[in-house]
DNA sequence: GCCGTTTTCGGCCCGACTGTTTTCAGTCG
């Protein structure tokens, strides 16, 4: 059972138990719990199994958690959340999803009108009972009709790529207006997530008002959803949703970190301020009243004696105990990236030729590439077999022989077939510099097929690195399910570096396997998996990614120079 | 349900906006 599954049952349990009326500190309780789990580097059930360990020492979790969670893993079953079921149904639990519908207004409904489904709630509301509720009126009625029709069209997250390009069109079109100081993004778009849920935009403004009238008016900009003296909602063309906040000057470093997040990291450092007598909100950080810090985030973090926190580590996975000791990690960067290992041509599903992608490479100063090209089993992409591959590579060789400034590794993109074979014969791969090898089919296998496919490649001694490991496109598929302790102390074993592919559909692995791998001291290597030259500007994308690890520059193996990656390959037989 | 160099009981983060109210609960981030 993954860390995620575990965290779903708490999750689970605590929507029923909001909409029961339970103690809301219980339900915080079962939550914090659940983000402790999801954020944890390690398998809950490996510390469970580890006699040398306790998860009592996890915070949040006391005597009554560790039973359930040991309950969780031996029977895959919650008692307590089964006969909470029995009570709730599934449908009540799906309409906390509307907007402006929460665990109180769902449990009248259930209760007072016997809705129990999205389907029953629309057609209430269409027969105009809600109205009649107590509590409840036309416009709610009309905002739950409205409601359904958006969680059927959409209101999905959107990869951080989209988001952050539209976010950062925005701020620059914020900024031009004459009533406009400071602008920046916050949020999770801040945070670098990988996807987004909404944008979060803080400006000063010596004329509020028409900045939101001018927000109101952009071509981006659909319709005004609330709007008050210091926050607006829109909707964007593009259906994401947006929220704008105006502060004044003196509260803009406190108002960006209040509305960065994460929320867990908040809640942590206003617990901070109350204990040395403080209060921290979004317009500062008061003693008594009286502010004593604001202008600046950096003034923030100091009067609560910590370093200023990069917002890609804010989630409350530890950075704020590291920050207490001076440990935080010098974070790596796009400039400390040296080679790209993971590129396709024209020989299979690229758009550009080996000399465009070289020349590109060049372009963006790196000074080592592997081209890796497909192999047979994607048909779809013209991958290649034995012949056409070594063709590929005199290919390559001859360019390599009229190019300087950049080494070209003759590469492949080496499926790893169902049945744990690899898709090319070994003395194929013997003559590669560098063997990426992946999945791409049967990513439904049960877990135990994944890992042995996952294993076989990792100690075939060929093999250099495994490119994104789990298969996932984010929002589109989920990615196999793999045994990571296992994956992992073997990937470490045998000294086979593990990929970030920076992909924005892909990312992976992800932050939080990214922090295990690198805690087990394993390479990562962030590749981009460019189909075309611009594809090369992806990298950008993974360091973000390696950011929210923790990732700094010595544990990604291609931050090194030439000489020095190779002699990591060297090592490898 | 968790947690504790002021506590094993009594706390547990904070404010804006909306809709339904006539002073505020619910929701959201």
């Excluded at 580590?313 to 400039?335: D, K």
């Excluded at 296998?445 to 984010?474: D, F």
């Excluded at 939080?512 to 998996?529: E, K, M, Q, S, Y």
Aim: aromatic share 4%; with cysteine.
């Amino acid at each position: 059972m993954q860390n995620a599954d575990v965290a779903r049952f708490f999750d689970d349990l605590a929507d029923l138990l909001e909409i029961q009326g339970a103690n809301p500190f219980r339900i915080r309780a079962y939550r914090n719990a659940a983000r402790t789990i999801e954020n944890l580097t390690e398998s809950v059930a490996g510390i469970a199994a580890d006699p040398e360990q306790s998860l009592r020492d996890l915070p949040g979790i006391g005597k009554d958690l560790a039973d359930k969670i040991v309950t969780i893993l031996d029977t895959g079953r919650l008692p307590q959340l089964d006969a909470l079921r029995e009570e709730i149904p599934p449908g009540v639990v799906e309409m906390l999803r509307l907007p402006g519908i929460g665990p109180k207004k769902v449990a009248v409904l259930f209760r007072e009108l016997g809705v129990a489904s999205l389907d029953d709630l629309e057609q209430a509301a269409e027969q105009g009972r809600i109205a009649e509720l107590k509590g409840f009126g036309k416009k709610t009625e009309q905002s739950i009709l409205a409601g359904i029709a958006q969680v059927a069209a959409a209101g999905k997250r959107v990869w951080l790529a989209e988001a952050k390009t539209l976010a950062d069109e925005i701020v620059a079109e914020l900024s031009q207006r004459k009533s406009v100081g400071r602008a920046s993004v916050a949020g999770s778009c801040r945070r670098l997530k990988e996807t987004v849920g909404d944008l979060d935009v803080l400006v000063t403004s010596t004329d509020p008002a028409a900045t939101m009238d001018g927000l109101a008016e952009s071509e981006r900009v659909s319709e005004t959803l609330s709007r008050g003296e210091t926050k607006q909602r829109v909707r964007l063309r593009s259906g994401l949703e947006m929220d704008l906040r105006v502060v004044p000057d003196d509260s803009y470093g406190a108002a960006m970190q209040y509305f960065t997040g994460s929320k867990e990291h908040n809640i942590v450092l206003r617990r901070r301020a109350q204990e040395r007598g403080l209060k921290l909100n979004e317009y500062g950080l008061f003693r008594d009243g009286t502010s004593i810090a604001g202008r600046t985030e950096d003034e923030v973090y100091r009067s609560l004696d910590l370093p200023w926190i990069p917002p890609e580590l804010r989630e409350n996975r530890g950075e704020i105990e590291r920050a207490e000791q001076g440990r935080l990690p010098t974070l790596i960067e796009l400039s400390d990236i040296r080679g790209d290992l993971h590129m396709h041509t024209t020989a299979t599903d690229g758009t550009a030729t080996i000399l465009d992608m070289v020349n590109g490479a060049k372009a963006r100063n790196l000074k080592y590439i592997a081209i890796t090209d497909h192999s047979k089993r994607v048909a779809m992409a013209g991958g290649l077999d034995a012949a056409r591959l070594r063709e590929h590579w005199a290919n390559i060789d001859a360019i390599r022989k009229q190019t300087s400034g950049i080494e070209v590794l003759c590469g492949i993109e080496c499926d790893i077939l169902e049945d744990a074979t690899l898709d090319l014969p070994d003395d194929v791969l013997s003559e590669s510099d560098w063997v990426l090898a992946v999945l791409h089919y049967g990513l439904k296998q049960p877990r135990e097929q994944i890992n042995k496919r996952l294993l076989a490649a990792i100690r075939n001694p060929h093999v250099s690195a495994i490119g994104h490991p789990t298969g996932r496109l984010i929002g589109k598929r989920p990615g196999a399910e793999i045994d990571f302790d296992e994956v992992f102390r073997a990937a470490a074993d045998f000294g086979v570096m593990l990929e970030i592919n920076a992909h924005p559909a892909r990312l992976d692995l992800d932050d939080i396997h990214a922090a295990a791998a690198r805690d087990l001291g394993i390479p990562i290597v962030i590749n981009t998996d460019a189909h075309s030259v611009s594809g090369l500007d992806m990298m950008q994308y993974g360091i973000y990614q390696a950011r929210r690890a923790g990732l700094e520059k010595q544990n990604v193996a291609n931050t090194r120079s030439w000489s020095q990656f190779r002699k990591l390959l060297r090592n490898r037989s």
